[in-house]
């Protein structure tokens, strides 16, 4: 006979299975059915990105071409001047307009941006987490302004931990936080995904807000405040010119 331990244990593990009802693997892997399947996301090379964003009552349009694993090119445009941003896998660099109108280069080791926040990583962290170098737990379920999520929390390889809410119906994220360390403190960005439309068999969002939390600058001021991003088109596997993403000559 059970004692009264094991009998309590035992209860719990009932519960906890009934709460949660699938593993972090389980809803990973209906994720990723519901946006299209794993093969026609493993078959993303490249894409390309139009559309705009929404600071407060400033707007602009944008361009952005991805190629894996790491070349992307970022164009955005204010009335007649735009800024370029790219990156070859190996040498990041920029031409943007000064007050003078004049064009400004800079070069530094490649990276992903701040100016690259809010397009879709169309795979993303959770399509192969193992062996990527993550760590995925389920957290648990939370109520989400009237929706029901899953909340799973992934440590990635490189010491950040993000937290991705995915609605128990439909099974598309809904909600990530990033949290952060910069100067010893820790910050949180939200990003909210909505308006999922179909492209070339993908589900995607092409409504994305972005809600910064507030990292102390190193000379005074915030990182902060919210935008969106609206995406008008987005073109899967598109042939991409290498040389868009080598700076520029002279």
Known sequence: MLSKRHYVLLLLVIFTLSLYGQSADEIIQKNIEARGGYDAIKSIKSFKVVGKSLFGNMEFSFKRYIKKPDCYRSESYFGDRVMITGSNGDTTWSNMPNRSGRMVRSMGQ?????????????????????????????????????????????NLKDGNTKYYYIDTEYYLVLKEESLRRFQDREFVNETYYSDYKEVDGLLIPHSIEIKRGGMQRARGGRFGGSFQIVIEKIEINPELDPSIFEPPKG
């Open 110 to 154: 490649s990276r992903r941006r701040g100016f690259m926040a809010g397009i879709p990583e169309l795979e993303g962290p959770l399509v192969d987490y193992k062996e990527k170098g993550h760590t995925v737990e389920l957290v648990g379920r939370e109520n989400m302004q009237g929706t029901e999520v899953f909340k799973l929390k992934v």
